[in-house]
C-alpha cells in the first residue's frame, strides 16, 4: 500500500487524460468514466495541487456520478485524502467502504496505513505540544526567580 | 519549515521499515511484472497465492491496481519481483494502461472454465505488445486449471495460441496453488536470461529492470548510519 501511495504518474499519462477530459467538457460531453479517468491520475499526480483536484472530482462523482461506481470513488477519496495527510477524513472515507465490503482486502490494507499515520502524527503532535509546555514552564520558572 | 523536516522524518521512517522488513539489497535485481486479463480470472488471487502462500476464497473485484512484491532466486541470483495486478474491470482499462510501461514481465491470464475469458486474449495482447517494450515477456496463464470438469478451453488450443504468437505458456491453480511459482518463476527465468544474452538493456527506464550493483555496500552504510539515528 505504501509503494501505491508513492508511485506517481507521468506527466505524460496525466496530460493525456486531461486532453480527454477537457475535450469531452469543450464538446459538452459529460461522461462519468472521463471524469472519473482523470480524477484518478490528477490522485496520482506527484503534486498535492493536483491531488486536491482529483479529490474533488472524485467528491462530485460521488454525488453526481456512475451508481455502481460509487465504492470506487469512495475508495480513490481515502487514498487521495491520505496523500495528502488528511488522514481524520481519509479515516472517515475507508470506514464507510469497509461499512460496505467488510472484507475487502484493499480497504483493510488502506485503512491500517491511514490508522498507522494518525497514531504517529499524534505523537509527533504530542511531541511537540509537549516541547511547547517545557518552554512555557521553563519561561514561568525563570521569570519567577527573578 | 516545520513542514519540510516532518516530510524528511516520515521518508526516513518509511526508509526505515522498508528496511526491517526486507533486509538491505538482499537482492541484485529488481524485476517489474504487471498481470492482466479479463475480470473475474482469479489475477489476484494469483498474486496471493504467489506472494503469501493462501488461497483468498473470498475475493472482491480490485479497485485499479494492486501491488505485491517477493524475493526469489534465479541462476544463484536474488531477484526482487515487483508486481502490478491490474483490475479486470472494463471501466478500469484505460487508467490501468498506464502500468504497463516499463513492465519485464507481462502475466496474461484467463480462465479456463470461461471460453470468453480467453476469446478477449486477443485484446489484452495487443494492449501489451503496444504498451511495453519489444523485450516483455508476456506469459499466457490458464487459471483454475482445478476445475476440470467445468473446463471450456483446451489445453491444446491455448497453447497453440501461444505458440503462434510467440508466448509462454501454462495452465495452473491459484485455488490448490499448482504451477503457480512456476509461472513467476519461468517468466523470470526468461528474463534472466535476456539480460545474460544482451537483449536488454539495463540502463533504460523502460526495461523493467534494475540492477543493484555492488557499490550498493557504499550507499547501504549510509543508510545503516541513517537508521541509527533516526526515531521510528
Partial sequence: METLLEDFISDEDLKTCEKLYNDELRRGIRNPKTKFDYAWCLIRSRYPADTRKGVLFMEDLFKNGDESARRDYVYYLAFGKCKLKEYSSANRYIKAFLEIEPSNRQAKELQEVIQKRITREGLAGAAIAGGIVAVVVGTAFALLKK | ?232
Fill in chain 2, 1 to 232: 519549515m516545520r513542514t519540510i523536516s516532518r516530510t524528511d522524518r516520515s521518508r526516513d521512517a518509511v526508509r526505515c521499515t522498508t528496511m526491517t522488513e526486507s533486509g538491505p539489497y538482499n537482492y541484485s535485481y529488481i524485476f517489474k511484472y504487471i498481470i492482466i486479463g479479463d475480470m473475474g480470472v482469479g489475477k489476484s488471487c494469483l498474486l496471493h497465492q504467489f506472494t503469501e502462500k493462501k488461497f483468498m476464497s473470498d475475493c472482491p473485484h480490485t479497485i485499479g491496481v494492486e501491488f505485491g512484491t517477493r524475493i526469489i532466486e534465479v541462476a544463484g541470483q536474488k531477484i526482487k519481483l515487483q508486481i502490478w495486478d491490474t483490475a479486470g474491470q472494463e471501466r478500469f482499462r484505460a487508467v490501468t494502461r498506464s502500468y504497463y510501461r516499463g513492465a519485464a514481465g507481462a502475466l496474461m491470464v484467463y480462465d479456463v472454465t470461461r471460453r470468453s475469458t480467453y476469446n478477449h486474449l486477443s485484446s489484452w495482447l495487443t494492449d501489451a505488445r503496444n504498451l511495453t517494450n519489444p523485450n516483455t515477456v508476456i506469459f499466457l496463464i490458464g487459471n483454475k486449471s482445478d476445475l476440470e470438469a467445468q473446463r471450456e478451453v483446451p489445453y491444446e488450443e491455448a497453447k497453440q495460441f501461444a505458440d503462434e504468437n510467440g508466448l509462454m505458456f501454462l495452465e495452473c491453480s491459484a485455488k490448490t496453488g499448482d504451477r503457480v511459482e512456476d509461472a513467476f518463476l519461468e517468466t523470470a527465468r526468461k528474463i534472466y536470461q535476456n539480460i545474460q544474452d544482451g537483449n536488454l538493456d539495463l540502463n533504460a527506464a523502460e526495461s523493467g529492470v534494475q540492477h543493484k550493483p555492488q557499490t550498493q555496500n557504499t550507499l547501504l552504510g549510509n543508510i545503516q548510519d541513517k537508521k541509527e539515528s533516526c526515531n521510528c
